[in-house]
Nanobody
Framework: QVQLAESGGGLVQSGGSLLLSCVAS????????MGWFRQSPGTVRECVAA????????YYAESVKGRFTISRDNTNNTVTLRMNNLKPEDTAVYYC???????????????????WGQGTQVTVSS
């Protein structure tokens, strides 16, 4: 069983920044690709960023390229999402997810992930 705990969400004005963190309770964190997803009411959960188990490969949705940065600290079992120049359309619940296929390529579809955090709300006011 893997537990993922997100933190760092909140209310921010348009143009502001937030840092989301996700801590994983597993000894094999270094083996897993990780992803950040978001979902707002009435929409499909979408992948905004993903990172391979080594950190050598990353993916960003077009809507966040140049503004969001995903990174991981395998020593502390943590994956972070730095979000800059936030826009009202970034408002959503953000989820951290883990793909438990050892040393697999990063994934961008929600069904390919095995464990999810509880989510953290990000609200961007205009």
């Amino acid at each position: 069983q893997v537990q993922l705990a997100e933190s760092g969400g909140g209310l921010v004005q348009s143009g502001g920044s937030l840092l989301l963190s996700c801590v994983a309770s597993t000894r094999t964190f270094t083996s897993y690709a990780m992803g950040w997803f978001r979902q707002s009411p009435g929409t499909v959960r979408e992948c905004v960023a993903a990172i391979s188990w080594s950190g050598g490969s990353t993916y960003y949705a077009e809507s966040v390229k140049g503004r969001f940065t995903i990174s991981r600290d395998n020593t502390n079992n943590t994956v972070t999402l730095r979000m800059n120049n936030l826009k009202p359309e970034d408002t959503a619940v953000y989820y951290c997810a883990a793909d438990l296929n050892y040393y697999a390529d990063l994934k961008v579809q929600s069904y390919e992930y095995d464990y999810w955090g509880q989510g953290t709300q990000v609200t961007v006011s205009s």
